[in-house]
């Protein structure tokens, strides 16, 4: 063992991306590829009724232009959520941007071109665009897989009639994107009838892999590549109808297809975080514990899918309290399908914290404290009853209210300024619920004594390769530049979706568990070979560190001669078949500065503490909460997708009027970890969507604190503030 988990390693495939070695999905080389163009629907709810195509046709290196008329019949994927509906299989238009044909031609700009000469007329029907003109109709969708809609604990209504202290309000939050900075992609290439490759920008390659094959049927044979993503934040979790409609196009044609999503065809295509509105009642005692919550959510779904996307997860389990009625509802607009989101429960979470935060000033209690308070210790129904196991968040509380400083907070607000600025400290708890998905790993030790581990799960920019390389190393006892990790292509063995925090938690196990395997192998082959130093050794006496193999009396081998020697390579796979799901959590301080004269508002200082588990890589570890931590910026002061109230249509589908933050708006961030050090490399969490989930009510906590202003309506806007 060599000590390599949890330094702060350099990504392994860091000199491949900045050097342009690594290949996205776009950059692959596929000879005699054509290029595809989507002609989107300019209506959001109607039918087509007609589609002029002959002067795209007879446009210059056009090979073919596709309809309703003449793709062919695609089976709905069987998907446990998103898209219900493939396009192009019949006339009816659901949405704005839904395509509604599929121009094929030798050059991107022949096709783009040919696709603005597609004619298209329509039976417009006057959308739905608002929730708020349609919130009579909400609804109580059916449970989502094994989650509830619905979930009753106690008498919460009567719970909260009898506290002696209520808090009662409603928080909202817009439609945002994901806006990765890779566009979402698919290359489809049919070696024949039944056999095709996709190289597809995706964050899982195994279910791209099923959905397609569901699409096409069984008697196809799907392999699905992507070695590197260019972000993707839940975006490229589901596999979308461009996906299936280049696979089609591409096996009707008998060419290689290519299809690269423009920007603003992402606000329509790949799914976005529904605009949500929180109905939040909380009740407690005088000495600050917690009686009652009752959580009405209403969220915007479609007309073909009823599904909720952003859960109330840390509303159900986060605090203790007896008496819980939380209900998630549903109100059918005529806008694209929604999805997961980074952190999908920020929106829930959100509202819980900024409503503990007001109820701390109601109560007169400190809001670390008032969460101190209301900890819990032990699992809640509807979860099978039992304490957390090493569950820290207390110790996150603390770590990070020390350094932030905390205790020298003046808590009453409008009384702390600096200069012309009010300057504002609040706080809110982090958390997630990670998922552990069951994966294999297949781990190699070649006659070189070399390593080279594969395994279908992905490099999503969260460094995957490199984490997998250093677990790798260290059980093996191998030079970190003596292993290899191929990730990304559906030839390796199956493993996890890169979403809802499981990759760690799902491929950390089986890969140290390989890498023991081989080590103990490789040992046992040097200790029963009379021509090996250590022949005749305990296999127990041998210690694997940087390349040798250490044994009794100062006896040294080399994993390099042993598996010269042997002649051939050593082979060991691993799985991970647990499937149930954990919490990661932690604390976020944040502190604010307000001209008031301007309404100018800055986050100047952010300092977090989590509890990971054992952390793997201090380095990609930090990395994730500075990327959470701008992400939660993003939602509480910028982002915010617009649309038409009268045609349904996102009138900011690109980065100029969808505003993100930039390396301008990061303030000084301070990351702290709970940490296990020596820990195995089993006791981890799901974290990478942890950090971020409170920021957003840290910074609303925090402009309360600093004006006095309560903000329950994200983003918060300069309007807001004046």
Same mark, same amino acid.
């Given at each position: 063992m060599s000590g390599l988990v949890g330094r702060g390693v350099a990504r392994v495939d860091g000199r491949a991306k900045v050097t342009g070695a690594a290949r996205y999905a776009a950059d692959q080389q596929v000879p005699g590829v054509l290029h595809g163009a989507l002609v989107m629907s300019t209506i959001a709810r109607g039918e087509v009724l007609e589609?002029?195509?002959?002067?795209?046709? =007879?446009?210059?290196?056009?090979? =073919?232009?596709?309809?309703? +008329?003449?793709?062919?019949?695609?089976?709905?994927?069987?998907?446990?959520?998103?898209?219900?509906?493939?396009?192009?299989?019949?006339?009816?238009?659901?949405?704005?941007?839904?395509?509604?044909a599929y121009v094929v031609a030798e050059t991107l700009e022949q096709a783009q071109e040919a696709a603005a000469l597609v004619k298209v007329r329509y039976r417009a029907e006057d959308p739905v665009a608002r929730m708020a003109d349609a919130?009579?109709?909400?609804?109580?969708?059916?449970?989502?897989?094994?989650?509830?809609?619905?979930?009753?604990?106690?008498?919460?209504? =009567?719970?909260?009639?009898?506290?002696?202290?209520?808090?009662?309000?409603?928080?909202?939050?817009?439609?945002?994107h994901h806006n990765p900075i890779e566009p979402h992609t698919t290359t489809a290439v049919w070696e024949d009838e039944r056999t095709l490759t996709l190289y597809e920008s995706t964050q899982g390659v195994v279910l791209a892999r099923a959905r397609v094959g569901e699409a096409f049927g069984e008697e196809v044979s799907v392999r699905v590549v992507s070695p590197y993503l260019g972000g993707g934040f839940g975006a490229k979790g589901?596999?979308?109808?461009?996906t299936l409609l280049t696979a089609a196009a591409a096996r009707v044609c008998g060419r290689p297809v290519r299809l690269v999503l423009s920007r603003a065809q992402m606000y329509t295509s790949n799914g976005h975080r529904a605009e949500y509105r929180h109905h939040l009642r909380l009740g407690a005692t005088r000495e600050g514990r917690l009686t009652a919550i009752v959580s009405t959510?209403?969220?915007?779904? $479609?007309?073909?899918?009823?599904?909720?996307?952003?859960?109330?997860?840390?509303?159900?389990?986060?605090?203790?309290?007896?008496?819980?009625h939380v209900r998630q509802e549903g109100v059918r607009l005529d806008l694209p399908t929604s999805s997961y989101m980074r952190s999908p429960e920020t929106t829930s979470h959100f509202g819980l914290e900024t409503a503990m935060d007001e109820l701390s000033y109601e109560l007169g209690i400190d809001p670390v404290e008032l969460r101190i308070r209301n900890h819990a210790d032990a699992r809640q129904p509807p979860d099978p009853e039992g304490p957390y196991e090493d569950k820290r968040l207390l110790e996150c509380y603390r770590a990070a209210a020390e350094a932030f400083g905390w205790a020298r907070r003046d808590p009453r607000p409008g009384?702390?300024?600096?200069?012309?600025?009010?300057?504002?400290?609040?706080?809110?708890?982090?958390?997630?619920?990670?998922?552990?998905?069951?994966?294999?790993?297949?781990?190699?030790?070649?006659?070189?004594?070399?390593?080279?581990?594969?395994?279908?799960?992905?490099?999503?920019?969260?460094?995957?390769?490199?984490?997998?390389?250093?677990?790798?190393?260290?059980?093996?006892?191998?030079?970190?530049?003596?292993?290899?990790?191929?990730?990304?292509?559906?030839?390796?063995?199956?493993?996890?979706?890169s979403a809802g925090s499981s990759t760690m938690p799902s491929v950390a196990r089986p890969a140290a568990q390989a890498?023991?395997?081989?080590?103990?192998?490789?040992?046992?082959?040097?200790?029963?070979?009379?021509?090996?130093?250590?022949?005749?050794?305990?296999?127990?006496?041998?210690?694997?560190?940087?390349?040798?193999?250490?044994?009794?009396?100062?006896?040294?081998?080399?994993?390099?001669?042993?598996?010269?020697?042997?002649?051939?390579?050593?082979?060991?796979?691993? +799985?991970?078949?647990?499937?149930?799901?954990?919490?990661?959590?932690?604390?976020?301080?944040v502190e604010v500065r307000i001209q008031p004269?301007?309404?100018?508002?800055?986050? $100047?200082?952010?300092?977090?503490?989590?509890?990971?588990?054992?952390?793997?890589?201090?380095?990609?570890?930090?990395?994730?909460?500075?990327?959470?931590?701008?992400?939660?910026?993003?939602?509480?002061?910028?982002?915010?997708?617009?649309?038409?109230? +009268? $045609?349904?249509?996102?009138?900011?589908?690109?980065?100029?009027?969808y505003l993100v933050p930039v390396c301008a708006d990061t303030p000084s961030i301070e990351a702290l970890f709970v940490d296990r050090p020596g820990a195995e490399v089993t006791k981890i969490r799901g974290f990478g969507e942890t950090p971020g989930t409170g920021v957003p009510a840290a910074i609303g906590n925090a402009i309360y604190h600093a004006i006095g202003r309560r903000l329950r309506d994200a983003p918060f806007t300069l309007d807001k503030l004046l």
């Open positions: 589609i002029d195509r002959r002067a795209a046709l =007879a446009h210059p290196g056009v090979v =073919a232009v596709y309809t309703h +008329d003449d793709m062919p019949k695609l089976r709905t994927p069987e998907f446990p959520y998103n898209r219900t509906f493939v396009p192009m299989q019949d006339t009816r238009v659901h949405h704005q941007g839904q395509p509604v919130l009579d109709e909400a609804f109580l969708p059916d449970n989502f897989r094994d989650r509830p809609n619905e979930i009753v604990r106690g008498d919460a209504a =009567a719970a909260f009639e009898q506290a002696a202290v209520r808090v009662d309000q409603t928080y909202s939050s817009p439609m945002q589901p596999t979308y109808p461009h959510s209403t969220s915007q779904v $479609t007309r073909v899918d009823g599904h909720i996307y952003n859960g109330s997860d840390s509303t159900v389990r986060l605090y203790a309290c007896p008496n819980l009384r702390t300024r600096d200069g012309d600025e009010y300057v504002g400290w609040g706080m809110a708890t982090e958390t997630h619920t990670h998922a552990v998905i069951p994966s294999t790993v297949r781990l190699t030790v070649g006659s070189d004594g070399r390593a080279t581990l594969r395994t279908a799960t992905q490099e999503i920019g969260t460094g995957t390769y490199t984490v997998l390389t250093q677990i790798v190393a260290d059980g093996l006892g191998l030079p970190l530049d003596h292993v290899t990790t191929l990730l990304g292509d559906t030839a390796y063995p199956p493993a996890s979706l890498a023991a395997e081989a080590r103990a192998a490789v040992i046992a082959l040097a200790v029963a070979d009379p021509r090996s130093p250590l022949h005749g050794a305990s296999a127990d006496d041998v210690v694997a560190r940087d390349g040798s193999l250490l044994g009794p009396g100062g006896r040294r081998d080399t994993y390099r001669e042993v598996m010269r020697r042997h002649g051939r390579s050593v082979q060991t796979t691993s +799985d991970e078949q647990d499937s149930t799901p954990g919490h990661a959590f932690g604390a976020a301080f004269r301007l309404g100018r508002l800055r986050v $100047t200082r952010v300092v977090t503490a989590h509890d990971l588990g054992r952390v793997l890589n201090r380095r990609t570890a930090r990395g994730q909460v500075i990327g959470g931590v701008m992400w939660g910026l993003g939602f509480a002061l910028m982002e915010r997708t617009m649309v038409d109230p +009268d $045609t349904a249509r996102v009138v900011n589908p690109n980065l100029s009027t």
